[in-house]
């Protein structure tokens, strides 16, 4: 069991630092995204802008690890380039990597959408708070009782 753990633990080490070298590469990306999620969105308050913030955030996460994925299965059929059956091959081969990339993408596609889900409640509120307020009953303009009287 003991082993087990270890060569999970140095899977998952070998994902994060591939997951670290795209970050790397890509960076400016996500200030980029950043701004067309507020250029688009236009927040008006900084809890807007934080949850703009995150939803840009989680989607670049996803396309990282999109390129990571990517890399695997470019290196692993790269290997595997002589034999029969190259994709079968480059899955065989790293499976477990694959899966867990594959948990990773389903726990940053489920954030998004629950920070997404947290924006429409926001801007919900928001419109709700533009919406002027309904005036009085004006006891004027409603017909006399008298009128109602059988």
Not at 1 to 23: F, G, H, N, P, Y
Not at 52 to 62: K, M, T, V, Y
Not at 121 to 150: E, Q, V
Request: with cysteine.
């Amino acid at each position: 069991m003991a082993k087990k753990t270890s060569r999970s633990k140095a899977a998952e080490a070998a994902i994060d630092r591939i997951l670290q070298a795209v970050r790397e590469e890509y960076s400016g990306e996500l200030e980029a995204l950043r701004a067309a999620y507020v250029g688009e969105y236009a927040p008006v308050t900084d809890m807007e802008r934080v949850v703009l913030d995150l939803l840009a955030s989680w989607d670049w996460q996803q396309r990282c690890l999109d390129r990571v994925e990517a890399r695997i299965w470019t290196e692993e059929i790269e290997k595997a380039e002589g034999t029969a059956y190259p994709l079968g091959e480059a899955w065989c081969n790293r499976a477990d990597d694959f899966m867990r990339i594959q948990r990773r993408m389903d726990t940053a596609q489920r954030s998004y959408h629950q920070t997404l889900h947290t924006w429409q409640r926001l801007l919900k509120a928001r419109k709700a708070a533009r919406r002027p307020a309904k005036p009085a009953c004006n006891l004027a303009d409603l017909p006399s009782a008298s009128r109602w009287r059988m």
